[in-house]
């Protein structure tokens, strides 16, 4: 089975680089280079400034989720957050989020809560962008009609595939057992959540608030390169794109991604050469970022275990 990972894991990574030197190619490595060559270093800066506070928000998002059931110290589980964004980075599709449940098992945090926490916080971020990718790119993006009913149809089929996988894949192994006795601890767990329906609604207020970061973060990769690209545009059409990057055939969803930015995207008049330097620009800052913060993580291997708070022993138990 872990020959079966390692191959797929191979192929997703070529299919990353194929998909990105294809782009590449069809767009013209001259024109690439020339448009790089006319960054401005200033918005460059307001990049990571944006990537940043986005991390800040989407940490801040599922902690508010996990206190509620678990308590945590923001300031411990923004730690491991930032580790498990790293990680997220270089595994196939966006299922590497969900590292986060394993390394908070290692500090003794129950996976059932962090479990929760992070699916429940998934489900709502999805189901928010699916939302905004239908309604926005139906009412205000004339060019975008004939676009968003295979693109959302293909993400929904895949969510619900992933699910009746998790729930009733017929073949019993101990990665399936462990998955279906996770997702039916989550499923008991998220009742709590019934008495508590204020933190959904925070977590819905904080997702908003990420999107428009988000989306504050895409314009200004664009006028990094002399571009502005208007809204509603900005907002929406970046959903699409990372909607897309969510099918695990490639890691971190590279290249699926960038192609489906750059053929949505100059449907509204923007040049390939600067939609794929935008979204270049974007990768290159986030794993700037990410070797940083690797770096950091490995200085202070000891400093960055989740201290908890007393919780009742109930709650400590899997």
């Not at 960054?39 to 940043?52: D, R």
């Not at 205000?140 to 998790?166: H, N, R, Y």
């Not at 101990?174 to 998955?179: H, I, Q």
């Amino acid at each position: 089975m872990s020959d079966i990972r390692r191959y797929l894991s191979i192929a997703k990574m070529l299919m990353a680089l194929a998909l990105v030197v294809f782009l590449v190619i069809s767009i013209g490595v001259e024109n690439i280079i020339s448009t790089f060559a006319s960054v401005n270093p200033k918005y460059v800066t307001l990049v990571v400034s944006c990537l940043t506070l986005l991390l800040f928000i989407g940490a801040f998002n599922v902690w508010v989720i996990l206190k509620s059931i678990y308590p945590v110290p923001f300031r411990s589980f923004l730690k491991v957050y930032f580790y498990s964004w790293t990680i997220s980075l270089i595994t196939p599709g966006q299922a590497g989020d969900a590292s986060l449940i394993l390394l908070l098992k290692k500090d003794n945090i129950p996976m059932r809560d962090t479990g929760t926490a992070y699916i429940v916080d998934k489900i709502i971020t999805l189901g928010f962008f699916f939302f905004i990718a239908w309604y926005g790119s139906y009412n205000f993006i004339p060019e975008l009609k004939d676009i968003w009913i295979p693109v959302l149809s293909a993400g929904f089929i895949l969510l619900i595939f992933t699910f009746l996988i998790i729930k009733f894949f017929p073949v019993k192994t101990p990665l399936t057992n462990k998955s279906k006795k996770l997702f039916d601890a989550i499923i008991i767990k998220s009742k709590i959540l019934k008495k508590k329906w204020y933190i959904l609604v925070v977590n819905v207020m904080l997702t908003l608030m990420k999107w428009l970061v988000l989306s504050l973060c895409y314009m200004v990769a664009f006028l990094a390169f002399d571009v502005y690209v208007e809204w509603p545009e900005i907002g929406i059409i970046p959903i699409l794109s990372t909607l897309v990057g969510y099918i695990p055939i490639s890691i971190g969803g590279i290249g699926t991604v960038e192609l489906t930015a750059t053929h949505l995207f100059s449907k509204v008049g923007v040049e390939e050469s600067v939609v794929l330097s935008a979204y270049l620009l974007l990768r290159s800052m986030q794993y700037i970022m990410a070797i940083i913060l690797l770096i950091f993580f490995s200085s202070k291997k000891s400093d960055y275990k989740v201290k908890l708070n007393t919780a009742p022993s109930s709650s400590r138990n899997e």
